[in-house]
């Protein structure tokens, strides 16, 4: 079992859609939990964290559930700029092995006019 | 800029021949680490430096790969008699324990081996 799970995608929406995606992890053990915004043939930049009694980022709303060992993320009133692929990502700790991130595959979200 | 910085871009090699990357952290952080991405995945641990120390290589790191960071700053990674299946975006990233330990990364190195 792949230890950051997400939707395999692709995201085909309109402009305005409402959006969210959703992605699993394994290790129980994970203590922070991150989404990435990643465009095409360029590095992953931090979207948000993702803290466990949720929180929000203007149109970006993500959640936590510890208990399931799953997070989300809600992308409402979509724009052409949204276009992109999200990455699910969590972290063991701090430092050494622990500190290191987990990606998933990634959801290619496509926004079209 | 002050962002995490990585050269060069792109290098093409033919296979068996050895190449080196460098990354250049965000001047304050202390953490450096290596990721691979390939098409379709996310990126995947290589290895990870606090200051000069090396501390963590991941099982991907294969003994062809050898990375170092001499003087706490600046990082560079090669890989020896490189193979197709090296072909790959490699990514440094840098972060400041001291701060939220939010790792950026550079733009990466993108390699392709004939």
């Known amino acids: 079992r792949k230890e950051v799970e997400q939707d395999p995608g692709p995201f085909n929406v309109p402009e305005g859609a409402t959006v969210a995606f959703n992605c699993t992890y394994s290790?129980?053990?994970?203590?922070?939990f991150f989404w990435y915004r990643q465009d095409c043939r360029k590095e992953p930049k931090l979207l948000m964290s993702?803290?466990?009694s949720g929180n929000e980022d203007g149109r970006f709303t993500a959640q936590l559930n510890r208990a399931s060992q799953y997070i989300s993320l809600l992308i409402r009133d979509s724009k052409l700029s949204d276009s992109a692929t999200y990455l699910c990502?969590?972290?063991?700790?701090?430092?050494?092995?622990?500190?290191?991130?987990?990606f998933g595959k990634g959801t290619k979200l496509s926004v079209k006019p | 800029d002050t962002g995490v910085s990585q050269d060069p871009r792109h290098k093409i090699t033919k296979r068996g021949q050895n190449v080196t990357f460098r990354c250049d952290p965000i001047?304050?952080?202390?953490?450096l680490y290596w990721y691979r991405q390939t098409l379709g995945q996310g990126p995947e641990f290589l290895t990870y430096?606090?200051?000069?120390?090396?501390?963590?290589k991941s099982r991907l790191l294969s003994d062809r790969f050898s990375a170092e960071r001499p003087k706490g700053s600046f990082s560079t990674l090669e890989i020896q008699r490189t193979e197709q299946g090296d072909s790959a975006m490699y990514l440094c990233?840098?972060?400041?324990?001291?701060?939220?330990?939010?790792?950026?990364f550079g733009p990466g190195t993108r390699l392709t081996v004939l």
């Open positions: 001047s304050e952080h202390n953490r």
């Open positions: 993702v803290y466990s």
């Open positions: 430096f606090q200051n000069e120390a090396q501390l963590e």
């Open positions: 990502v969590v972290k063991l700790g701090y430092g050494g092995s622990q500190g290191n991130l987990i």
């Open positions: 990233a840098s972060s400041d324990p001291g701060g939220a330990d939010t790792q950026y």
């Open positions: 290790n129980s053990a994970s203590q922070s």
